[in-house]
């Protein structure tokens, strides 16, 4: 199964609206994770199971989707938001990431 | 606090050998798949393998299969990813992941610090 993510990247103002769409080649039910890794760091948990909140991460992110297509959004973003977001499926080995999206602000 | 902690930076040649190491602390070990993900300085996210230590059980990436070995010895709770013969494309940090957040899900919700290999004659 392949993923896939668009855009590979973004550029946005604070307080804008951002949305990354992540694209399974084969379905995966719920079993897709979302990761932020911010410049120089190491990457962390976002979102899990499609749509749950890992704890600890503000509200302004969410997660949607089943079966082949998925989102992240973020509502409002925030300048401590830039940072390359990853994709996963854990449905079945092997566990592959998305190529990933660089967040950008204007 | 539940936290990986790596082995240090590494600095091989081509053809030597290798063995990194992920210390899993502030859980239980036995309960959780452990496993590793490459990242190339400015490239993406590889997922190379996971090991279950409650049973053993060892999954690879295609990718990956036949290149290293990835073990654990649950007594000290310390998982392993280990290279018989290094290539420069070895080169690359290497980060120690643990799934969760809770025991049906296989998201890695905790990651080490991140161990960096350089191979380079």
């Known amino acids: 199964i392949q993923m896939t993510q668009s855009p590979s990247s973004l550029s946005a103002s604070v307080g804008d609206r951002v949305t990354i769409t992540c694209r399974a080649s084969q379905g995966i039910g719920n079993d897709l994770a979302w990761y932020q890794q911010k410049p120089g760091k190491v990457p962390h948990l976002l979102i899990y199971?499609?749509?749950a909140l890992q704890s600890g991460v503000p509200s302004r992110f969410s997660g949607s989707g089943s079966g082949t297509d998925f989102t992240l959004t973020i509502r409002s973003l925030q300048p401590e938001d830039v940072a390359t977001y990853y994709c996963q499926k854990y449905n079945r080995v092997p566990w592959t990431f998305g190529p990933g999206t660089k967040v950008e602000i204007k | 606090e539940v936290q990986l902690v790596q082995s240090g930076t590494e600095v091989k040649k081509p053809g030597e050998s290798l063995k990194i190491s992920c210390k899993a602390l502030g859980y239980t070990f036995t309960d959780s798949w452990i496993g590793w993900v490459r990242q190339v300085p400015g490239k993406g996210l590889e997922w190379m393998g996971v090991f279950f230590p409650g049973d053993s059980d060892t999954r690879y990436s295609p990718s990956f299969q036949g290149q290293v070995i990835i073990s654990a010895n649950k007594s000290i709770t310390t998982a392993y990813l280990q290279w018989g013969s290094l290539k420069a494309s070895d080169s690359a940090i290497y980060y120690c992941?643990?799934?969760?957040?809770?025991?049906?899900?296989?998201?890695?919700?905790?990651w080490g610090q991140g161990t960096t290999v350089t191979v380079s004659s």
């Open positions: 199971g499609a749509s």
């Open positions: 992941v643990k799934s969760g957040p809770d025991g049906w899900t296989n998201a890695f919700d905790v």
